[in-house]
């Protein structure tokens, strides 16, 4: 469905093949943006303006929000002050950690020496190796128990 419009950014005529079109060229749509998101031409390429509005980015005062905010600072400002941080807590849990892990490893070393993680191709080999025992238990349960029903 062609239909001509105007350009939104340089308002010439062109033919939208589109209903959702409104730049006549990929580079208007561009310019379109730069335009709209305060960028500015600088001798080779486009860069942001450092222009802000700072009537845009203040948030609306609210007592509930600014007592929030208090409190949070005066937080902040009790834990800067303590310097008597227990640290006997953050001891043990490192050393825990650590005993873990040399537990973990020296049971890998100990009972796994030389062992690799485990293929595709074994994870195959498994599965036929345990369907070969189920059916020779199957195979042996009804030699052994047979149904007379």
């Known amino acids: 469905m062609k239909t001509n419009k105007n350009c939104k950014h340089c308002n010439q005529l062109f033919e939208s093949r589109r209903s959702n079109h409104v730049y006549c060229t990929t580079s208007c749509k561009t310019k379109a943006s730069y335009k709209r998101n305060n960028y500015r031409y600088v001798p080779g390429h486009y860069e942001k ?4 509005n700072t009537d845009k980015l ?7 929000v600014l007592s929030a905010v208090q409190a949070l600072e005066d937080k902040i400002e009790r ?7 227990n640290t006997n807590s953050i001891k043990e849990a ?11 490893y020296a049971a890998k070393r100990i009972f796994a020496p030389k062992t690799l993680p485990a293929t595709k191709g074994d994870i195959v ?10 059916n020779a ?13």
């Open 137 to 149: 238990l199957n195979i042996y349960k009804i030699s052994k128990f047979p149904t007379n029903f």
């Open 125 to 134: 080999s498994l599965r036929e190796e345990l369907q070969q025992l189920k």
């Open 49 to 52: 303006s450092e222009e802000t």
């Open 58 to 64: 203040a948030l609306p005062a609210n007592q509930d």
């Open 94 to 104: 490192a050393l825990g950690s650590i005993a873990a892990d040399a537990g973990a």
């Open 79 to 85: 834990f800067i002050q303590d310097k008597s941080i």
